[in-house]
């Protein structure tokens, strides 16, 4: 085709200036008023049934009254269209669903913004979502007096993830003070029962079998053996891996056992009469504490038989 007989196109756009004006009724009236004052309201038709959004004709041909009813704010959402990739002009620029709301104390539906939270796009519809889902109108804080014064629909709060915490201050006495000493020096100190003979580990400055004070101090190794345990897989700070060990160690030449992590072997391995030693940190990172002892890891040694240890579980 020869230039000059080239097709001609050009872009136009239909507009109003000024906007396109409209009287929108008694009925509608009160209802963009209602919504900019915060409120939902309905009319009742000649039936008895609330209609919402308020309706000048029934579309079942039912008389319509001049009786406006609040209804909501809560609403349950019936059917539901999820759109994971918004696109220019949507009310929301990340993934929301389309829904019918229909409002506590009201009979019919409205379609409208279901926003649940969700930010990353083209993500699937959360399993929250469902017909019956609770959900309140989230207004905007300037409202004219039309339906976009309600800015979405949010699901009820029925859960939180609030931190918890309480402050306390624990004093640790003599026995505990002088045993956690030793941890910062690499030893682990126990008190020996001078009526029974019983080694305690930590030292508790009085034996809980014959209720002497104790005061002959005896240090023990940093070897042991597994009495019982547990595995848990809730994660923990402490612990390298989940699942991980939790158990009591018998140190050797102690009489009670003392819990701590077990780690450096698969936690299904872990078994009672195993034996341990403990690992430390490294020395510049020591102070008066219990985190010195990292974990314990197994040894390359046979474990204890059962009737060795049964006194001690």
């Known amino acids: 085709m020869p230039p000059s007989e080239q097709l001609l196109a050009a872009d136009h756009s239909l507009a109003f200036p000024g906007g396109y004006t409209r009287s929108v009724g008694p009925v509608i009236g009160r209802f963009l008023t209602e919504l900019r004052d915060g409120r939902l309201v309905g009319v009742r038709a000649a039936s008895g049934r609330v209609l919402f959004p308020p309706v000048e004709y029934d579309a079942d041909g039912e008389t319509v009254t001049e009786e406006f009813v609040e209804v909501g704010p809560e609403c349950t959402v019936g059917a539901y269209a999820w759109v994971a990739r918004p696109r220019p002009g949507h009310p929301l620029e990340r993934p929301f669903a389309w829904a019918l709301l229909t409002p506590d104390g009201a009979d019919t539906a409205m379609v409208h913004v279901l926003d649940l939270g969700v930010f990353e796009e083209g993500a699937k519809a959360p399993k929250t979502l469902r017909a019956g889902l609770r959900v309140r109108p989230k207004w905007r804080g300037e409202r004219t007096g039309t339906i976009g014064d309600i800015e979405s629909f949010r699901p009820d709060v029925t859960m939180i993830n609030a931190p918890v915490e309480a402050g306390y ?13 030793g941890i910062g020096e690499g030893r682990i100190l126990g ?24 005061t002959e101090e005896v240090e023990v190794p940093d070897t042991g053996t597994v009495t019982t345990f547990a595995v848990n897989n809730i994660p923990d700070p402490r612990a390298p891996d989940v699942p991980f060990v939790s158990a009591y160690v018998l140190l050797d030449g102690s009489d009670i056992a003392m819990v701590a992590l077990v780690a450096g072997v698969p936690a299904g391995d872990v078994r ?3 034996r341990v030693r403990a690992v430390w940190r490294p020395r510049e990172e020591w102070g008066r504490t219990m985190t010195n002892i990292k974990w314990f890891e197994p040894l390359d040694e046979p474990d204890v038989p059962f009737d060795d240890i049964k006194d001690y579980l």
């Open 169 to 181: 201050r624990l004093s640790a006495g003599h026995a505990l003070s002088r045993f956690l000493g």
């Open 191 to 214: 008190h020996r029962c001078g009526v029974c003979g019983k080694v305690y580990v930590p030292m508790k400055g009085l034996c809980p079998v014959d209720g002497v004070p104790t």
């Open 272 to 274: 009672m009469g195993m």
